[in-house]
């Protein structure tokens, strides 16, 4: 025979105040896990969502991004005329630092390209403005940047050591890498920066057997040391920036949820000890030791169950709030957005049972363990 569910929601509303301070501790926990996690993945799908899979970007060997390869004019100009190429942007990367809108300053990624870099990325929209002018110190922005870095606003300028330059557009990448850069004439990024060599160019093939051809020849050349992949297969290597804030969010989860645990367990050792007279009635009842344990661990896992809903809850306003980090690859600042999805609240909801059901196993051992005729004698 089984205790009655209505059991443990009467006592549990009687017990208010224990019952909520359990409650609030779990769904703390469950909150600061689904919004850690959701940072890790908003940052994995920008990278994952930049690229085309139909263009090639050529570093130099060795290098892990773009901004640490160097590729010599002459580089370039070997490259651009091969065989199979429709489009070629050789392309030139630099950090600046800007002052932020919430205080202190961060590196900002630029990127110098010539006009075909504009048509290798269809899914760039200009939404503000026009397009920058070659041999002219103008610039275009993303959306994000322009919010983050008050000097970027459309009409605004900003120095980067003796220049100026005049924001004259803003564009939307569609949540990718590129909403964290400014873009510019590269002719006029590297003489701006004094910079004799390119650092990458992006190129599109006119058919994956020339993509293939062109991968071959591009690496086969011994004497220029150049490698070329697929602009997505770069993206996913920049993800491992991701990792940090996985292992931070993790052991901070870990660390939090001790606490919830014990408050678990501590409430419910403090329901056992008040209660002791009604488990010795129970047993007189005819309840098995086994229902009861069954039963306390019940109670345990309802308070956890409240506290997870409720800490999944509390993190849903952070979905689609935009934040920046350090990318470890660039050097430079990355925007992204939190994502909280359904399977990080329902990681969350496991999360929580899991704190409920390690706090609860203890105490309703106890309770079941309780000797029929001490139990009758507690005042």
Known sequence: MNVPLKYNLRHLRVRWTATLVTVISIALVVMVFVMVM???????????????????????????????????VEDVKYTRYLE????????????????RASG????????????????????IKLVQGRLFQRGVRECIVSSKVAKRFPDCRLGGQFRSGKHAWQVVGIFEAGKTAYESEIWADADEVREAFRRSFYCSMTIRPVNTNAMAALIERIESERGRQLRALTESEYYHAQTKTAGPIQVLGACLAAVMSIGA???????MYATVGARTREIGTLRV????????????????ILLSLVGGVLGCLLSLPMHGLVTGTFNWSTFAEVAFEFQVTGGLLAAGMVFALVMGALGGLLPARSAARKHLLDALRAT
């Open 285 to 300: 009842l005819g309840f098995a030791p086994g229902s009861i344990y069954l039963s306390f661990l019940l109670e345990s």
């Open 104 to 123: 202190g300053n961060a590196h900002v990624q630029v990127r110098g390209l010539e006009p075909t870099g504009l048509e290798l990325r269809p899914h």
């Open 84 to 99: 199979g190429i429709q489009l070629a942007s050789a392309e030139v990367i630099v950090l600046i630092t800007l002052e």
């Open 38 to 72: 959701s940072l890790a993945r908003g940052l994995r799908s920008t990278f994952l969502g930049t690229g085309e899979d139909g263009n090639l970007l050529v570093l130099r060997k060795g290098a892990l991004a773009e901004s640490s390869s160097q590729i010599t």
């Open 261 to 267: 645990i014990f408050s678990a367990m501590n409430t």
